[in-house]
């Protein structure tokens, strides 16, 4: 047991049976029945041990806070006002100290006025103090009644305090692993609501909200309790969550347990805030509300806490005879238009868009225990919903992505917020959660009547809503297997740019700290480069060798240079792979002319030694200049290399002349044609090692434009024995770039210096 417990270590096993009843497990009932005896228990315990360090009630000690209200916890501070002599009391407090028990004490400055030189939380203290004899209690009596003379003073020091502490208390931990005294909705803010019903009961006429807070009390004060038994702290965390769970024998639903107390702290959070709204003002008055679209439209107006009470209470009343078509057009009306944040907040305090939306209060509570999503998953939907509405009306929002909102129309931005109340609405069910919230989106949205169009683009963006964030933080954002598998998805077009939007609004939503602006950039730059020319190019081929079902050759498509996806259209290069594949031999040349460019295509289904060596040779010897080349081996294809080359000759000559040497002359670098013509003498500006692995040697050849560069360089490959995976030659104006990938033989620094000896001046 941790050394701030009065407790001994012989007390703890009796301790935990006092807390554990009997028959089923139930944590609310246990906390009725058995709470106030376990802290009775604690007071017979403290006692003990304070009478162990001298004549405790000799000291006319009076009793604050948790003791004196019949609240003790094993590890609850032991506030005592002594009226005794003061040298009595500080031997004694000093034995005390010495015996492990933490003290807090203090002796009145003033013995008619004990709230002289204190503060006005101890002067609140005295409202709820007790005393152990009749002449100390008589004494007590006036004293107590000090706190209603500065009640003013007290409640802006309890509304300072609550704020400081709401601060201090906004961090992911806290929602998470919530602090059952000092968080949201804790011991602390019930208290606090409570003393004030004591110091301002003119104020209030309904007893409700008390009651459902004393009730809470309990609870919570029960559940710290345990809390104190297994480590100590105030802070429910994980592990501790598990412990718990196995008291109750509910360890296999430990989510439910949280589930439970969670949304007792939500509703202990919206009473505690109400009270303390209204403490010091004249007694509400709950309006009465003729409809839920009366409600919306005030809320709307003033989002008040008055309001929202008023609302809470009548709200299930209110639904009661609606439609199911009318809810979803109140739905409508309520997120659908521009409105203040407070509004969204008021929406989900009042209750409304529970009613409207009944699944949503099965994520009441509900947390993930990942240490990033920040909020309860009822609380993170809301959060989402204005998140969108920040980024409509606060242009900067998204900082370097805050561009893509300015042209979105009216009902892209009601798509977001339909999709922002609906994308984590399947949490918390078997399978996976954005599946079952596009499922749930098709049930609302046909019930609710809803455009089919809109209902469409709500269940796509529910779906896939995660699947950007995975390729822009954990793929490479410019492969085009990461674009194939987005294209797979319908992640094109104006889809795009709103599931890029929801990314960034979803992540911000989840946890603000968790939004950077390398984050923002990153998921920028995946949204550019699916928008570049490539990978358009590649999706037009992946699309339409989709629609004539060749998932082979959307396999091909992503091996071949984006270059030429960008300048062959889908139907001729689809068509020409569909035949190459086809093909039981060699399939014979292509050439075909494009745009003023004329194209060969090389196919052979068995790698030859200086293949394309000797094809190369032979269009320079035929004097045709190689602009692009792009030199694939495809599986179950073979070689399917393309050149685009700069000539005025018609397709039907280039034919001609490639087809004079049969393809079994095509065997050796050093033999037919290859023999025949001079290898040109050039110069490059690099030769480069772009990649090395064991699997392959890159080479990157720049220079200006020459006749002869790519001979020249394919020949020195050959020359060092090395053979070719794979080629790109690129031509730019007067600059070109030839990169080789080739079979590791040999040491390759040797080999790169022999190179640029030979190109480099």
């Given at each position: 047991?941790?050394?701030?417990?009065?407790?001994?270590?012989?007390?703890?096993?009796?301790?935990?049976?006092?807390?554990?009843?009997?028959?089923?497990?139930?944590?609310?009932?246990?906390?009725?029945?058995?709470?106030?005896?376990?802290?009775?228990?604690?007071?017979?315990?403290?006692?003990?041990?304070?009478?162990?360090?001298?004549?405790?009630?000799?000291?006319?000690?009076?009793?604050?806070?948790?003791?004196?209200?019949?609240?003790?916890?094993?590890?609850?501070?032991?506030?005592?006002?002594?009226?005794?002599?003061?040298?009595q009391v500080q031997t004694f407090v000093a034995e005390a100290l010495k015996a492990g028990l933490k003290l807090?004490?203090?002796?009145?400055?003033?013995?008619?006025?004990?709230?002289?030189?204190?503060?006005?939380?101890d002067v609140l203290a005295l409202k709820s103090a007790r005393a152990f004899t009749a002449d100390v209690q008589q004494l007590l009596e006036p004293q107590a009644q000090l706190a209603l003379k500065r009640r003013r003073e007290i409640l802006k020091v309890i509304r300072k305090e609550r704020d400081e502490r709401r601060t201090r208390q906004d961090s992911i931990a806290n929602f998470l692993e919530p602090n059952l005294k000092y968080g949201i909705g804790g011991l602390r803010d019930i208290e606090q609501a409570l003393v004030l019903h004591d110091l301002y009961a003119d104020r209030y006429t309904e007893n409700y909200p008390f009651a459902v807070l004393r009730l809470i009390k309990e609870e919570l004060l029960y559940l710290r309790s345990l809390l104190h038994l297994h480590s100590g702290g105030e802070i429910l965390s994980a592990h501790d969550q598990l412990e718990i769970a196995d008291f109750f024998e509910t360890r296999q639903d430990v989510g439910g347990l949280m589930k439970l107390i969670q949304s007792e702290l939500e509703r202990a959070s919206f009473y505690g805030d109400w009270i303390v709204a209204h403490a010091g003002r004249a007694g509400p008055k709950a309006k009465a509300i003729e409809s839920l679209e009366e409600a919306i439209d005030s809320l709307k107006q003033r989002p008040t806490l008055d309001l929202q009470y008023s609302v809470r209470l009548q709200v299930d009343a209110l639904a009661k005879p609606l439609t199911v078509v009318e809810r979803g057009a109140l739905l409508q009306t309520a997120i659908q238009g521009d409105a203040k944040d407070a509004f969204f907040v008021s929406?989900?305090?009042?209750?409304?868009?529970?009613?409207?939306?009944?699944?949503?209060?099965?994520?009441?509570?509900?947390?993930?225990?990942?240490?990033?999503?920040?909020?309860?998953?009822?609380?993170?939907?809301?959060?989402?919903?204005?998140?969108?509405?920040?980024?409509?009306?606060?242009?900067?929002?998204?900082?370097?992505?805050?561009?893509?909102?300015?042209?979105?129309?009216?009902?892209?931005?009601?798509?977001?917020?339909?999709?922002?109340?609906?994308?984590?609405?399947?949490?918390?069910?078997?399978?996976?959660?954005?599946?079952?919230?596009?499922?749930?989106?098709?049930?609302?949205?046909?019930?609710?009547?809803?455009?089919?169009?809109?209902?469409?683009?709500?269940?796509?963006?529910?779906?896939?809503?995660?699947?950007?964030?995975?390729?822009?933080?954990?793929?490479?954002?410019?492969?085009?297997?990461?674009?194939?598998?987005?294209?797979?998805?319908g992640v094109h077009g104006r889809r795009l740019i709103l599931l890029t939007l929801f990314t960034a609004i979803d992540i911000r939503a989840t946890n603000p700290e968790a939004w950077t602006e390398w984050k923002a950039q990153l998921l920028l730059n995946l949204l550019e480069s699916m928008r570049s020319s490539e990978a358009t190019s590649l999706q037009k081929h992946l699309r339409f060798a989709g629609e004539e079902q060749l998932p082979q050759v959307q396999d091909w498509l992503l091996n071949l240079d984006?270059?030429?996806?960008?300048?062959?259209?889908?139907?001729?290069?689809?068509?020409?792979?569909?035949?190459?594949?086809?093909?039981?031999?060699?399939?014979?040349?292509?050439?075909?002319?494009?745009?003023?460019?004329?194209?060969?295509?090389?196919?052979?289904r068995v790698d030859l030694t200086g293949l394309f060596l000797n094809f190369v040779t032979r269009l320079y010897a035929l004097g045709l200049n190689v602009q692009v080349a792009a030199v694939t081996t495809l599986n179950e294809v073979g070689i399917y290399d393309w050149f685009c080359l700069k000539t005025d000759k018609t397709p039907r000559q280039i034919q001609q002349w490639l087809n004079i040497e049969p393809a079994s002359a095509l065997i050796s670098a050093r033999s037919s044609t290859a023999n025949r013509v001079s290898i040109p003498t050039v110069r490059f500006q690099s030769v480069e090692l772009m990649a090395s692995d064991d699997d392959e040697w890159i080479f990157s050849f720049k220079g200006k434009d020459q006749r002869g560069l790519l001979l020249a360089a394919a020949h020195a490959l050959v020359e060092e024995n090395l053979s070719l995976r794979w080629a790109r030659v690129h031509t730019w104006g007067q600059q070109i770039e030839d990169i080789f990938s080739v079979k590791p033989t040999g040491r390759v620094e040797l080999i790169l210096n022999r190179l640029q000896s030979r190109f480099i001046s």
């Open positions: 047991m941790a050394a701030r417990s009065f407790l001994l270590d012989k007390d703890l096993s009796e301790a935990r049976a006092r807390l554990r009843g009997e028959g089923t497990p139930d944590f609310s009932a246990w906390a009725k029945l058995y709470r106030l005896p376990f802290s009775l228990w604690l007071e017979e315990r403290l006692l003990d041990r304070l009478n162990m360090c001298g004549d405790f009630l000799a000291l006319k000690p009076v009793l604050l806070g948790s003791w004196a209200r019949h609240e003790l916890t094993p590890r609850s501070d032991i506030d005592v006002l002594f009226l005794g002599e003061e040298e807090r004490c203090r002796t009145p400055m003033d013995a008619k006025d004990w709230s002289v030189g204190v503060e006005p939380f929406l989900q305090r009042s209750r409304i868009l529970e009613v409207l939306l009944p699944d949503l209060k099965k994520l009441r509570g509900l947390v993930q225990h990942d240490h990033y999503h920040r909020f309860t998953a009822d609380a993170h939907l809301i959060q989402t919903l204005r998140e969108v509405q920040r980024c409509k009306t606060q242009r900067r929002a998204l900082g370097v992505m805050s561009s893509l909102t300015r042209d979105l129309t009216p009902q892209e931005w009601w798509i977001l917020k339909l999709t922002a109340l609906f994308h984590d609405l399947g949490k918390g069910r078997k399978g996976d959660h954005s599946t079952e919230g596009a499922r749930l989106v098709d049930r609302y949205f046909s019930s609710w009547e809803y455009p089919e169009n809109i209902k469409e683009e709500v269940r796509w963006l529910v779906e896939q809503h995660l699947v950007l964030s995975t390729a822009a933080f954990r793929q490479n954002p410019q492969s085009q297997s990461t674009w194939k598998r987005l294209f797979a998805r984006p270059l030429l996806l960008e300048s062959l259209s889908p139907k001729l290069l689809v068509g020409d792979l569909r035949e190459v594949g086809a093909a039981k031999g060699d399939a014979p040349l292509k050439i075909v002319r494009v745009k003023n460019r004329l194209w060969v295509r090389l196919h052979r």
